[in-house]
């Protein structure tokens, strides 16, 4: 079992994880309600600290887009970033961890009630995936099972129920032998994996399917984009085809808690020239996002309540 910081934020207070517990009549547990963030907090060299958040900001913004989207009220986001420093003060987190930010809905109700979402942010230490740590490629399938379209619940709403199916989606890939899948849409075409983007790269160009392909609006897989454009390698946001994934010369999966793992084959049909090896675009960006995510977390730090002070934001 994975080792956990004792110490949470639930309700408004900091408690134990075993008193943060969510009622069994909540509209949280009758309907799957939950909006969340995953954080990643990264120390500036190996297990020395102190950690820093990266992109929490990104991370707020899509959780209050989230928010809107599922009709939940605003429960204080803007509270978040100082949370999030007073967290990592109490659990003296001085090495790589996620921190999982939620707004759920503890009262009661029909499915037609209001939802009032409590906050909660707990943190787990968090290294690098086997992918990255073993530089290991992984063994993808193409799913049938489908990423729900905006007519069945908004794709782009990052909400707890939206994880059923794909988990199922992930289950039978591994059970088939694969290390995980691909989710399709509605028209057959690639979405996403069922918690990271999709990646691909053929004669040096960088495609992914755009969000119009009923895709997450992922933070890694912006960052992804922007600093791509900045080094000038090719890259779109367009529709994706099984064909475009069976044709690649390499492919990537990203995301917060994955971060990136290289992709070796879809349906066992392996990439060439790349083979096992990430290719060089994985290589060239994933070694660009650890150069960053060290650099920002040696940057010097104000605690939150005196930054907002000092550039003049809300409270």
């Not at 080792?3 to 547990?29: C, K, N, Q």
Request: glycine share 6%; charged share 25%; net charge neutral.
């Amino acid at each position: 079992m994975v080792a956990v910081y004792p110490h949470v934020f639930f309700r408004d207070r900091w408690v134990t994880r075993d008193e943060a517990t969510v009622p069994i009549g909540s509209l949280a547990m009758r309907y799957g309600l939950s909006v969340f963030e995953g954080v990643r907090l990264y120390a500036p060299s190996g297990p020395d600290g102190p950690t820093r958040p990266f992109l929490l900001q990104e991370h707020l913004a899509r959780m209050a887009a989230s928010l809107r989207l599922m009709r939940f009220p605003d429960p204080g986001l803007h509270r978040l970033p100082g949370v999030v420093d007073e967290l990592i003060d109490r659990n003296r987190i001085t090495r790589d961890a996620y921190v999982r930010i939620a707004a759920t809905p503890l009262n009661a109700g029909q499915l037609g009630d209001p939802a009032l979402p409590e906050l909660s942010v707990t943190a787990t230490p968090m290294d690098r995936k086997r992918w990255l740590a073993d530089n290991q490629g992984m063994d993808l399938s193409i799913s049938d099972r489908q990423r729900g379209p905006d007519e069945v619940h908004p794709p782009t709403a990052k909400n707890i129920a939206n994880y059923a199916g794909p988990r199922l989606a992930w289950q039978e890939a591994r059970e088939a032998g694969f290390d995980g899948c691909v989710l399709t849409n509605r028209h057959g075409r690639l979405s996403e994996a069922p918690t990271a983007a999709l990646f691909l790269v053929e004669d040096g160009v960088l495609s992914t399917p755009a969000l119009s392909e009923d895709v997450l609006p992922g933070i890694t897989r912006a960052w992804v984009l922007r600093t791509a454009a900045a080094k000038d390698i090719p890259v779109r946001e367009t529709a994706l085809s099984r064909r475009d994934a069976y044709r690649a010369d390499e492919a990537f999966l990203c995301g917060t808690g994955l971060e990136f793992a290289p992709v070796r084959s879809f349906d066992r049909r392996w990439f060439s020239p790349s083979g096992h090896r990430p290719g060089p675009v994985t290589r060239e960006l994933v070694a660009e996002y650890f150069l960053q995510v060290r650099e920002q977390a040696r940057a010097p730090h104000l605690p939150h309540e005196h930054r907002e002070v000092a550039d003049g934001s809300p409270r």
